[in-house]
């Protein structure tokens, strides 16, 4: 690991994330004069972005291009981010630059150096991860932050390979049916619709399971609850209204997957028996990306995700805003996880970051 070394350059506004909360930040703030840095983790490590793991399914429900799939899209807003190039403005006799940076970069640790005015310094990885290490930091200045790095989805604990030390490998063959029409989603909302009054098979326990199943009803009312070896969890009503739906739960541990190709097609259990689905929806629970916020007395709901208030500032445990520090998307506590919440956030805290520079 080397010693990080310092670009000079403050910014008004650092987005860490460029999926479309990040992206639309970005812009909503260049769009108001502000000179903009974009660090994004996604070329440099397995943090690709939800947005990337759609794959092959196209997103129909969100204000993008028709039939763009989830890689594509991360480009398009790469692409879009660089139609705001970093140029000099003169405003009453003052320049300033104003545009988008945009940097791979995975921040490793942030840190509030000022807090009137507001300064941050984000120690960041600008090459390729080698493992969990960093190789080559640089470290960025910023007048505000707006945190946009999402969570990960815990994919389902069948055929992993514990020894290997990189996410893909780990999840080797999962990853091959993630994403896909007939494969592993991880968004009923987003994928219910590719399953019609077909046979869908939910991986989840508790509530998780019995909010997956409500979902599930939407499209079908064929639904299988798979618990891979533990004891289902749902609280007493839930099971009671699971059973009057007729919906099954299979408490065996699932041993290997059976595909054909990139599709899913269904799981040979521990017992030996088969069973196929048309569909598979995971949810194990999700990893919020904010491992740079270690230390921050910062809020956030049993899952790790962040509490911001109206402007989309982020809040210190006792319930006041942290000066200068915003979130958007994903990583946002009480909001759908979906593409165009992700925008309408983006959009709310780049503003606000901008308004937070303001002098009179
Ligand atoms: C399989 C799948 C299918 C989906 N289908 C749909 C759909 O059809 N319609 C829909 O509306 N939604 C869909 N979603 C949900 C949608 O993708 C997310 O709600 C949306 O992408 C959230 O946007 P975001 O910008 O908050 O986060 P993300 O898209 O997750 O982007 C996070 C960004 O942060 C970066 N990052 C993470 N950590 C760091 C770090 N330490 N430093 C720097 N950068 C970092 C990542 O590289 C990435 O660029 C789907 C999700 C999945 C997984």
């Known amino acids: 690991?080397?010693?990080?070394?310092?670009?000079?350059?403050?910014?008004?506004?650092?987005?860490?994330?460029?999926?479309?909360?990040?992206?639309?930040?970005?812009?909503?703030?260049?769009?108001?004069?502000?000179?903009?840095?974009?660090?994004?983790?996604?070329?440099?490590?397995?943090?690709?972005?939800?947005?990337?793991?759609?794959?092959?399914?196209?997103?129909?429900?969100?204000?993008?291009?028709e039939g763009v799939i989830g890689s594509h899209f991360m480009r398009a807003l790469r692409e879009w981010m660089a139609t705001r190039p970093v140029r000099e403005v003169t405003i009453g006799g003052r320049t300033r630059r104003t545009g988008i940076e945009y940097r791979p970069g995975y921040v490793l640790e942030l840190q509030a150096l000022d807090v009137e005015p507001t300064l941050f310094a984000m120690e960041t990885s600008v090459e390729p991860l080698r493992g969990e290490r960093p190789s080559k930091r640089t470290r960025f200045r910023a007048r505000t932050v707006v945190v946009a790095s999402g969570f990960d989805d815990v994919w389902p604990d069948i055929e992993?390979?514990?020894?290997?030390?990189?996410?893909?490998?780990?999840?080797?063959?999962?990853?091959?049916?993630?994403?896909?029409?007939?494969?592993?989603?991880?968004?009923?909302?987003?994928?219910?619709?590719?399953?019609?009054?077909?046979?869908?098979?939910?991986l989840a326990l508790g509530d998780d399971a019995f909010?997956?199943?409500?979902?599930?009803?939407?499209?079908?009312?064929?639904?299988?609850?798979?618990?891979?070896?533990?004891?289902?969890?749902?609280?007493?009503?839930?099971?009671?209204?699971?059973?009057?739906?007729g919906i099954e739960i299979v408490e065996t541990q699932i041993a290997a997957h059976i595909g054909q190709r990139t599709d899913l097609l269904g799981f040979r259990f521990a017992d030996g028996t088969e069973r196929y689905f048309d569909g598979f929806l995971v949810d194990e629970g999700l990893i919020p990306n904010t491992r740079y916020l270690d230390g921050w007395d910062v809020q956030t709901d049993e899952e790790g995700l962040l509490i911001v208030n109206d402007d989309r500032q982020v809040l210190t445990a006792a319930g006041e805003p942290v000066p200068g520090l915003f979130a958007a998307g994903d990583i946002v506590s009480g909001e759908r996880n979906l593409i165009a919440t992700a925008f309408a956030l983006g959009q709310d805290a780049g503003l606000s970051a901008t308004d937070s520079l303001r002098e009179w």
């Open 160 to 202: 992993v390979n514990e020894q290997a030390e990189r996410l893909y490998q780990r999840y080797q063959t999962v990853f091959r049916f993630a994403g896909n029409r007939r494969g592993w989603h991880v968004c009923i909302r987003c994928d219910g619709h590719l399953h019609i009054d077909e046979h869908l098979a939910i």
């Open 211 to 245: 909010g997956a199943a409500r979902g599930a009803q939407d499209f079908t009312n064929k639904i299988t609850i798979l618990t891979n070896g533990r004891p289902h969890g749902l609280r007493a009503e839930d099971l009671a209204t699971v059973q009057a739906q």
């Open 1 to 65: 690991m080397t010693t990080a070394s310092e670009n000079g350059i403050v910014y008004d506004v650092a987005v860490i994330g460029a999926g479309p909360a990040g992206a639309q930040a970005a812009v909503s703030a260049a769009h108001q004069a502000r000179h903009v840095l974009v660090l994004d983790a996604g070329p440099i490590s397995h943090l690709k972005g939800r947005a990337f793991w759609s794959k092959s399914v196209q997103i129909e429900d969100a204000p993008v291009f």
